[in-house]
């Protein structure tokens, strides 16, 4: 939450040689225009974090140049939190270094961000300041926002009841925007799931699809080979999953029973046989049986069909 205090330099001191002013920033126990109680715990909490802070031009502005002072030390002296202030020697720091001495402006205005919680004191509603961070304190006219200003502080720290159930309440307005988030977030979640199941249905259709096609292009391989023997113990053999990898599993079974059957004169080829035809070896058994291969040679075979 934005949160701005603005008082009056009611106490300063000036001096001109160290080009300094020394100038209350906050009060503890106070009470702004606005119904914000600064608890003097708070005010205290934020001593240490004043040192090395800028002063602007007032709060409209973010430009360098318009830094006007840094706070080189800050004390408490009573319920008071003072700043020292050292002006740099530029046109506009010494013209506001200037307008301070001469009284032209006697307010200051910290920029901060902190949280609240409601609360009564003395049965008037308030809003607790819980936590403060102060990010600049900056020179203001006197006047300056009205609601800002501190309008009250209390000589000893008043007693406060915290309002837990005003605490939770919500507005209208709080309430229509809680539940618009809430329905955009719903509708971004269902997106998100609606298309992450398109991403994994379209996945598994593509997964399918390829096994379908490797599938299809393995039994093309097959069906060059008409003894069902050996298409069957081929079959085995052939069990990549692409076309390369088929190929290249396939041609080596293929030179090996083509060697075999070259070597041993047998007519088993990988190709279609001839109906009718004579033949050494009808079968890879009939081979692995035979005693006109030689053991090593079946041992190679075996190893080859086998991978």
Known sequence: MELTLQTRILEKKIDEGART??????????????KRFYPMSVVESVKDSLVGLKSMIG?????PEDVVATIVNSAMSGKKLFGSFKFGTDEKSDMMFTKIKEGLIDSVSIRAS??????????????????????????????????????????????????????NEMTEEQKKQLEMAE????????????NAKLVSEKEALESEKKKAEIESYRNEKLSLVEDKEIRDKISSLLTGDSKESIDSQF?????????????????????????????????????????????????????????
Do not use: C
């Open 21 to 34: 002013v020394v100038a209350g920033i906050l009060e503890g126990d106070s009470l702004s225009a606005n």
């Open 59 to 63: 709060h409209d502005t973010d430009s």
């Open 114 to 167: 902190g949280e609240t919680r409601p609360g009564k004191i003395n049965n008037e509603d308030v809003d607790i300041v819980d936590s403060l961070k102060i990010w600049s304190v900056d020179l203001v006219v006197e006047g300056g926002v009205q609601s800002a200003k501190v309008m009250r502080v209390y000589e000893q720290a008043p007693t406060i009841v915290y309002d837990n159930n005003k605490e």
């Open 183 to 194: 329905s955009n977030a719903k509708k971004l979640k269902e997106v998100g799931e609606a």
């Open 251 to 307: 041609s080596k079974a293929k030179e090996l029973v083509e060697s075999l059957a070259k070597k041993y004169g047998s007519k088993i080829v990988m190709e279609p046989v001839k109906e009718n035809e004579d033949e050494d070896f009808k079968s890879l058994d009939a081979m692995f049986e035979s005693k006109k291969v030689d053991r090593k040679d079946k041992i190679e075979a075996l190893k080859s069909l086998i991978g």
